[in-house]
């Protein structure tokens, strides 16, 4: 099972970027669940994730300017991003999550997959 995570480059401050996700090697249920971003030094941090009634919820840090999207029947999420900012060099990992059913019924195991990432450098 894997993520694949592409689309990332140099872009200059208030430019755009897409990015694009793929989850795939599963025979069981697999969902990628969101975006999170890292800058060197710094904690992975939260930038969208995807709710099970089908809503998105953003950091604030990106509001109005990210719009995360998924296709669960391939696997695959996108995130475009728009008016981005000279914040240097992140690095943007999709989450997906694997289920595998248990022995019992109603029991599943519950497999966090991410992928290497794809680097995102915004220049001023």
């Known amino acids: 099972v894997k993520v694949v995570e592409s689309g990332g480059g140099l872009v200059q401050a208030g430019g755009s970027l897409t990015l694009s996700c793929v989850a795939s090697?599963?025979?069981?249920?697999?969902?990628?669940l969101g975006w999170y971003r890292q800058a060197p030094g710094k904690q992975r941090e939260l930038v969208a994730s995807?709710?099970?009634?089908?809503?998105?919820n953003y950091a604030d840090s990106v509001k109005g300017r990210f719009t995360a999207s998924r296709d669960n029947a391939k696997n695959t999420a996108y995130l475009q991003m728009t008016s981005l900012k000279p914040d240097g060099t992140d690095v943007y990992y999709c989450?997906?999550?694997?289920?595998?059913?248990?022995?019992?019924?109603?029991?599943?195991?519950?497999?966090?997959?991410w992928g290497q990432g794809t680097q995102v450098t915004v220049s001023s």
């Open positions: 989450n997906a999550l694997e289920r595998v059913p248990g022995s019992r019924p109603g029991w599943a195991y519950e497999y966090d997959i």
């Open positions: 090697g599963s025979s069981f249920s697999l969902n990628v």
């Open positions: 995807f709710s099970s009634s089908g809503g998105t």
